[in-house]
Every structure is written in C-alpha cells, then in structure tokens.
C-alpha cells in the first residue's frame, strides 16, 4: 500500500475555504485517492474519493495533480462542524484492498 | 449506504477477562474489517473478517487474542481476550458493500481495569 504525508494540523477562517494537502509520491497506477475524516468520538466518514480526475460531490472538491503524487481536498465554505481529523488514503480499485489510516490532519475552523 | 451497528458502545472490563464487540450491517457487504483505536492515534487495522473462513490479520494481532467470527454477509464479531490496561482502546468496524466506500461504526470504547 502506498503511503500517503500529511501536515498534522491546521487551521482555517470560517466562511473560508479549507484546502488540506496530501502527498503520495508512491502511488501506483490503479491506485485511488480517498479522503475521510473523524469527527471527535465517531467513526470516520467517507469525504470523496478519485482516481485522475478532478472530483465534486456535495462535501467537498478534490484535486489530483497531473503527475497524481499529490492532491487537495478543498471544503469550500468551511463550518465549525468541518473540525475534525482528516485522512489521505491510496487504496488499491479491488473492493478487497485494505485501507490503511496515516496520522491525518487536524483541521481547526476559528469563528 | 450501509449503516453499521455496532454494540457495546464502551465497557469497562477486569484485567484477565475477554469482551466480545459485535458489528451488524443493515445489508450485505464483501468486506468487513476490525480497527483499533488508542487514545490520540490514528486507526490501525486488526483484521479482515472473511465470510466463512478464517479472518486474515494484520502484522503484530494474533487470533488467540482477537479472534473474529464472521457467519454472514452482514454480521461480525471481535473478541479481545484476557485483556489487559494496554487493550484499552477504541475498537471500530467497518463495512464495504459493492461500492468503492467504506463504512464505519460509531465505535466501542473499551476501557481496561
């Protein structure tokens, strides 16, 4: 599995948009970028996933580089309920390929 | 979606003794999987729970002490066995029907006396 670097923690304006990096120089080229996140004390909550191309869905827009070694979620009107964890993970097409958690990054939303 | 079941939410157990979390899923899945939580940390994967055989771990979890049971599509457990404080934990299953997204419990919080 691949392995994914993200900043621990961040922070971000209200109202603002939130762009959380993730690095995977290591991905493969069946690979899939997935994001999820943890809010305190539940279980983490599938964000948006993508392969090459840009993807939108009601939450949040993610962001593949061309090269795809690395992406961007983008939650574009932040809210204090967006404070939460956040996870970068590669995971291979087969429904039976493990997802694997990294450290995550910390989002803070300040009023 | 799935939605995931997953009972006890949190115990406080004895050194010594075992606890069994069980995971029922409102439809059926190809895959189920077993995380561990510590406090502060990220999730780390116990296992795969294979309908009909036996679950397939990960480096570093043992089935003498966490052995699964998976009977169904739609139904798991996890036992931790003669726990100890170092067991203390959030324990989380997770759910992946026949789409790409994976699906989690709210979580059993486990705390070892």
């Known amino acids: 599995d691949a392995k994914t670097t993200q900043p621990p923690s961040m922070d971000c304006a209200e109202g603002r948009a939130a762009n959380l990096p993730c690095n995977h120089s290591?991905?493969?080229?069946?690979?899939?970028v997935y994001w999820y996140r943890q809010i305190h004390s539940q279980g983490p909550q599938y964000i948006i996933h993508?392969?090459?191309n840009n993807e939108t869905n009601e939450m949040a827009s993610l962001i593949i580089t061309e090269d795809r070694k690395s992406s961007t979620l983008i939650l574009p009107h932040a809210t204090l309920r967006d404070t939460a964890v956040y996870y970068c993970?590669?995971?291979?097409?087969?429904?039976?390929?493990?997802?694997?958690f990294g450290s995550g990054t910390r989002l803070s939303i300040r009023p | 979606s799935a939605v995931i079941s997953q009972k006890p939410s949190r115990d406080i157990c004895q050194r010594g003794t075992s606890l069994t979390i069980q995971c029922q899923v409102d439809?059926?899945?190809?895959?189920m999987f077993w995380y561990r939580q510590q406090p502060g940390q990220s999730l780390t994967l116990i296992a795969t729970?294979?309908?009909?055989?036996?679950?397939?771990?990960e480096s570093g979890f043992v089935i003498d002490k966490f052995p699964i049971s998976r009977p169904n599509l739609t139904f798991s457990t996890l036992t931790v066995s003669n726990m100890s404080p170092e067991d203390s934990s959030i324990y989380l299953c997770?759910?992946?029907?026949?789409?790409?997204?994976?699906?989690f419990g709210s979580g059993t919080q486990l705390s070892v006396l």
């Open positions: 997770s759910a992946q029907g026949f789409g790409e997204k994976l699906f």
């Open positions: 993970i590669v995971r291979g097409y087969s429904s039976a390929s493990k997802i694997i």
């Open positions: 439809s059926q899945v190809t895959m």
């Open positions: 290591t991905i493969s080229g069946n690979e899939y």
């Open positions: 993508g392969l090459k």
């Open positions: 729970a294979n309908q009909g055989s036996e679950a397939t771990y």
